[in-house]
């Protein structure tokens, strides 16, 4: 099967489901706050709840630079089988805490594991698909992070009607056995067909050189600096949404968040798929006649997430859901798109590497933001935050535009 025609998309269609368990199993927290608290009190506090999601978020963050560049020497598949058998096994644990501080630490873990997912998952399509056809399966693989966070945003509604303990548990089983699905059908991509061949693949001291040369290389890139900006910038306002989203809709909707929840998940999942087919078609044609076609792309979905920000922090009522929507169109334009516009400035052999820095800063950038946010939520001033945003995505898309030439 794996040297068919039809494999590379059916990689795709596997790393899909991996992609919707990995922020899924992050995303259920952040609507399950009310029935936690109950069983939970530290939850009741807002900017304890927020530094419960940015552990995650820094331990996700420190470990990214590491999990690419494992993910550029070792097995893609037993790294990514691996990663998904542990995060599904502390989502399970988490059904069985009871004080905050065990769930903290199983947060801790969980950024550790999840980390190791997304520079070998996308390194992989990356190998599989050309340019022809690399912005629409890599925007293809980030719906089904849409699809994880839309599926999350029902944790409340599924805890409201049995118990968040069973939530967690009942979705981690899920994760255990799908990685056991991915032994049997997942493959790397043969060595002799891969772009540039990475000849060493062991630990050695001689790796561990290679590891810092690479870095070396990578950030004496001026392309890469810009990069690095314009992917953690929007970062501040996509893990703005992710994990602040619901209680805003929630203080704007004035509904509950077992309807709250869903509807900005699923608010954000749709558009952003509906972004990222948009996005990942309009770049694969435009790059062929132009190769600042996924730069242009990218930026026109960016731009359109400057007026959204603006209305979801001025704004209140059922506006804010158009406002989500429109979010969720241009970020899904602009994520369909980061690697692919990465692949046009660092060769294949150290992808991983460079997409885990991007991580490192673009997550570090989403726990400050969320730990920041969880500060204007105590004082009664979210949406100001939400719209304090749009600044610095203008300043991306400035620096964007200007200087990256692929």
């Known amino acids: 099967m794996k040297h068919t025609k039809r494999y590379p998309w059916l990689v795709v269609a596997l790393l899909w489901f991996v992609a919707l368990l990995n922020y899924m199993d992050r995303q259920m927290l952040s609507t399950m706050r009310d029935a936690m608290q109950i069983d939970i009190a530290e939850l009741s506090s807002a900017e304890r709840f927020g530094n419960l999601m940015a552990i995650f978020l820094w331990i996700y963050a420190l470990m990214s630079p590491l999990a690419g560049s494992i993910a550029d020497r070792v097995s893609k598949k037993w790294l990514i089988v691996g990663s998904l058998f542990v995060w599904s096994s502390v989502t399970l644990l988490m059904g069985f805490c009871t004080t905050y501080q065990q769930i903290y630490w199983l947060r801790a873990l969980m950024g550790v594991s999840e980390a190791l997912y997304i520079p070998a998952g996308l390194a992989l399509i990356a190998e599989y698909h050309t ?7 890599i925007g293809l693989h980030m719906t089904g992070l849409y699809m994880g966070q839309a599926i999350g945003g029902f944790g409340a509604t599924v805890a409201h009607h049995f118990s968040w303990q069973s939530t967690f548990f009942s979705f981690g089983v899920i994760g255990v056995i799908y990685s056991i699905v991915l032994v049997l059908l997942l493959h790397d991509k043969e060595k002799e067909q891969v772009e540039v061949k990475e000849p060493s693949q062991s630990f050695s001291l001689a790796s561990i050189k290679d590891f810092f040369r690479v870095f070396t290389v990578l950030l004496s890139n001026i392309s890469f600096w810009i990069i690095l900006f314009y992917f953690a910038a929007p970062s501040l306002p996509g893990w703005a949404i992710k994990n602040w989203l619901p209680t805003l809709f929630q203080e704007s909707l004035g509904v509950d968040m077992s309807i709250a929840g869903p509807i900005s998940t699923i608010t954000i999942a749709i558009s952003s798929f509906i972004g990222v087919i948009i996005g990942g078609t309009l770049s694969d044609k435009w790059v062929q006649k132009n190769l600042k076609g996924r730069i242009y792309t990218s930026a026109i979905g960016l731009s359109m997430t400057i007026p959204s920000l603006l209305i979801l922090g001025l704004l209140s009522g059922e506006i804010a859901i158009f ?12 994520d369909a798109n980061n690697m692919p516009i990465l692949c046009q400035f660092i060769p294949s052999k150290s992808r991983a590497t460079a997409y885990g820095i991007l991580n490192l ?5 989403g726990a400050y933001v ?4 969880g500060r204007f939520s105590d004082n009664g001033n979210l949406g100001e935050g939400f719209a304090l945003l749009c600044g610095v995505v203008l300043l991306a898309l400035c620096l964007q535009l200007y200087f990256l030439r692929p």
Do not use: D, H, P
């Open 131 to 137: 340019g022809k056809s690399r912005s629409l399966a």
């Open 361 to 365: 800063v673009g997550v570090a950038a």
């Open 370 to 373: 969320t730990q920041l946010l």
């Open 323 to 334: 406002a989500g929507v429109l979010f969720g169109i241009g970020y899904g334009m602009f």
